[in-house]
């Protein structure tokens, strides 16, 4: 259990019990104390081992993504074409060799780096921007609001991998074009979460609390609204990343997303179509499992963080 | 009535604001269309001829009027490539895809829903937690590449289902064929839907059983499956219709996929190969196309929504 909690962050010896107690109650109105906040957080993160092993999963993939020019033994491009095809546990290729001889193992962790980046920079860079205009049109509610949310509703007209895959059509193929693609097709989906949020929120009664003892619109969006608007947006996002690793990877196999020869997970999978009919399915079934785990992992560390976020469930 | 007035009023509003954003689609295309048209050695008359031609020189705000004009006469464009109107193109394809997505969507609605209600029934039991888990993996599975399991699999190794196309080619069927041609794909396409559609409804189901009047029910001595069945899922229901209403969307981007992976003569595979060939403006009505499709498929479910639950009416004008 040692090495699936250590990435959290956590000291192995976190005696848990007595530092609950030792916690001030907070005082109705009052946020806790900050250090204390995430702390909960993170101890309730670490209770939940599923979300922790989804978590220790992902970390593996993603650093053996990160450390591709080290761990893979061929090069992603280049093959031997007299072991075209070759299948798993091919001695020196125990993942086998896709069908213009290249080595599967080594383009799964180069395609690695691609496919992730793919699906995550975009949710990284839209949600600044659906955090500040979900506030905005929550927290004012004017006209301007009013703006933003029909301007949204005109999107949601277009279904989500629909509008991925016109954006990307219409942008051109290339790595820099599919995330600004996925991030366009985001904005809406991460927005409205950022806006219903902060609907709910600004009717609670901390908020009036705030309100009631003066606090500035500052104060009450920056320490009272945004944590709480954050942390739902952290969830969904985290369960995005994992929809936009299926999606990105889903452009990339139509032949919208990134550019072979460059490896990637949706593009082994395209490519692994054409052998099919050879009789050959595992060029086609590793990346697509990978792709799934990979998706999975993400919505699983979406679940366990939805919970550990939810002050109800930290402290027992 | 106001309060039907106004929903199909902002839906008027939303397909305006669909069509504007299609065919801005087409202004994000790098590069003049007048020279891709004539090519690199195009004379200055030439290219400003061919813009006249295709109302290139004027406003964009009057280009997009005479869009918007075109649509409501039941012009799309032309095809690029294939000579042909892109409406002519298109719809029977449309046609197609929609034979494919209904039959996807029946297969979630009669999997999805019952198989919520159990789990929900049996929440935190053993069902509930392998249903779930396995509904959860369900909605992250790539459908393209389900799809080419299934292919190779089902199609291939066992040669129990055809995996191509819409009827055998050499001996077209009627019905039947086109039954066992439809299995695999509509399968494929169901999967993502039917494992949210299964979630949501669990969840709704569990709030539904807390409610009192289940409780009144199972005192006054009613069947579990009458409790479940009857009095629970007409509770139940209005918001599982909305929550369908939404993944149809996902049905039918995700139907581009399974087209594409099986063959299926619908509009996802021909939006695919005018993407790969650059017909633009098929691209663009297909894209006009599932979006409208979308947009009154929930408009449907909101109606269908204000039938079952009479709440929801009084809600509304509120």
Known sequence: MNETEAPTGLPATAPTAPEVARVPRPRRGQPPARPSRTRLAVRAFARDRVAVVALAVLLLVVLASLFAPLLAPFSPTAGDASLRLQGIGTPGHPLGLDGQGRDVLSRLLWGGRNSLAVAVVPVLVVFPIALLAGLVAGYTRGH?????????????????????????AVLGAGLGNVMLAIGITLIPYMARVAYTTTVQEVGKEYVEAARASGATTRDLLLRELV????????????????????????????????????????????????????GKFHVATIPGLVILVVALSFNLIGDGLRDALDPRKQTT | MIAVLRRLGSTVLVLLGVSLIVFLLLQLVPGDPARAVLGAGATQESLAAVRAQLGLDKPLAVQFLDYLGGLLRGDFGRSLTVNQDVSQLLLPRLENTLVLTGAALLVCLVVGIPLGILAARHQYGLFDRISMFVALAGACVPVYWFGLVLVGVLGLSLDLLPTSGMYNSRNPGGFEDLLAHLVLPAFTAALVPLAVIARMSRSVF???????????????????ASILWRHGLRNALPPIVNIVGLQVGYLLGGVIFVEVVFGWPGLGQQLYTSITQRDLPVVQAGVLFVAVAFVLVNLLADAAVGVLDPRSRRAVRA
């Open chain 1, 227 to 278: 944590p709480n608007v954050v942390s739902a947006l952290l969830v969904y996002a985290t369960t995005l990343c994992g929809l936009m690793i299926v999606v990105a990877a889903g452009l990339s196999f139509l032949g919208v997303g990134v550019i072979p020869p460059t490896p990637d997970w949706g593009i082994m999978t395209s490519d692994g179509a054409s052998v099919l009919l050879e």
């Open chain 2, 206 to 224: 569990v709030d539904v059983l807390q409610q009192d009047y289940i409780r009144t029910l199972r005192a006054s001595g009613l069947s579990e």
């Open chain 1, 144 to 168: 301007l609001g009013d703006l933003i949310m029909r301007l949204l509703d005109v999107l949601f007209a277009f279904p989500l991998v629909l509008l991925a895959i016109a954006l990307a």
